[in-house]
Nanobody, 120 residues
């Protein structure tokens, strides 16, 4: 069983900052890519940022220059530092990870989501 637990969401004013964290726990051997996605009301879930185990990153165009993804492999944790937040960043943010576990192989896991609300 693999669990991803997010934290760090909340309410912030436009222009403010937040830092999201996601820690993976359970019985697994390896984690490759980890990432953050978001889903606003009435919209599809979309990629925000992703990072490989080697530290390569990719970002959605709408967050470039404002959000930074990072990870600490030894802690199985990924972070999303968000600055210059805008009301349109309001969404539920989900952590995602590609995890390898014995007898299961590679599987895709999701956290429960954390709400980010940016007021104007």
């Amino acid at each position: 069983q693999v669990q991803l637990v997010e934290s760090g969401g909340g309410l912030v004013q436009s222009g403010g900052s937040l830092r999201l964290s996601c820690a993976a726990s359970g019985s697994f051997f390896s984690i490759s890519a980890m990432g953050w996605y978001r889903q606003a009301p009435g919209k599809q879930r979309e990629l925000v940022a992703r990072i490989t185990s080697g530290g390569d990153t990719n970002y959605a165009d709408f967050v470039k220059g404002r959000f930074t993804i990072s990870r600490v492999n030894a802690k199985n944790t990924v972070y999303l530092q968000m600055i210059s937040l805008k009301p349109e960043d309001t969404a539920i943010y989900y952590c995602n990870a590609d995890v390898w576990a014995v007898a299961i192989g590679w599987s895709d896991y999701w956290g429960q989501g954390t709400q980010v609300t940016v007021s104007s």
